[in-house]
T-cell receptor
Framework: GQNIDQPTEMTATEGAIVQINCTYQ??????LFWYQQHAGEAPTFLSY????GLEEKGRFSSFLSRSKGYSYLLLKELQMKDSASYLC????????????FGSGTKLNVKP | DAGITQSPRHKVTETGTPVTLRCHQT?????MYWYRQDPGHGLRLIHY???????DKGEVSDGYSVSRSKTEDFLLTLESATSSQTSVYFC?????????????FGDGTRLSIL
């Protein structure tokens, strides 16, 4: 694979902030996508990064460092409904048709 | 929500039988994909299509074939199903391969091979 790595599982408390990390090989990088997937459902698109820096969308933000091969998804003011798996996917220049997915991070939000 | 319909949504069948899964889209998108999702492996690409009659292999294509005779339909066939093909199968579509274009997913097909 393309060594897309994410932590397997995380737990956080309602109302808190949580950061989910994703690392990938830097060679040929051409964009990174974050998806949310509730149990038994389809993945849904959350955010996209291709340049260094932070992209903010409401309670969710995504950060990218291309030189470090590193991204994170930041979830603020956690709600119970944020309990889901979060998938990191990377596109590379040598094949624009394909996304390479990490195994996903299961986030458990507790009261 | 993207107009993607997968059928059937659930299927149980026996080893050695042929199985065909259908993905139908109403978005007129050029690119279509079949993934399987298994615990610990995430989403893995089986095959994809970049136009009518244009398909290519993904990373886990052995034992699978695909066909795309019209823009809206992408079929995945297991010629002779094996227990290792028990999985959840997702279809995805994309309007283009411009770097900022995401893939959008169907609701999945849960396939059990006994």
């Amino acid at each position: 694979g393309q060594n897309i790595d994410q932590p397997t599982e995380m737990t956080a408390t309602e109302g808190a902030i949580v950061q989910i990390n994703c690392t990938y090989q830097t060679s040929g990088f051409n964009g990174l996508f974050w998806y949310q997937q509730h149990a038994g459902e389809a993945p849904t698109f959350l955010s996209y990064n291709v340049l260094d820096g932070l992209e903010e969308k409401g309670r969710f933000s995504s950060f990218l460092s291309r030189s470090k091969g590193y991204s994170y998804l930041l979830l603020k003011e956690l709600q119970m409904k944020d309990s889901a798996s979060y998938l990191c996917a990377v596109r590379f220049q040598y094949n624009f048709n394909k996304f390479y997915f990490g195994s996903g991070t299961k986030l458990n939000v507790k009261p | 929500d993207a107009g993607i319909t997968q059928s059937p949504r659930h299927k149980v069948t026996e080893t050695g039988t042929p199985v065909t899964l259908r993905c139908h889209q109403t978005e007129n998108h050029r690119y279509m994909y079949w993934y399987r999702q298994d615990p610990g492996h995430g989403l893995r690409l089986i095959h994809y299509s970049y136009g009518v009659k244009d398909t290519d292999k993904g990373e886990v294509s052995d034992g699978y074939s695909v066909s795309r005779s019209k823009t809206e339909d992408f079929l995945l066939t297991l010629e002779s199903a094996t227990s290792s093909q028990t999985s959840v199968y997702f279809c995805a579509i994309s309007e283009s391969i411009l770097s900022n274009q995401p893939q959008h997913f169907g609701d999945g097909t849960r396939l059990s091979i006994l």
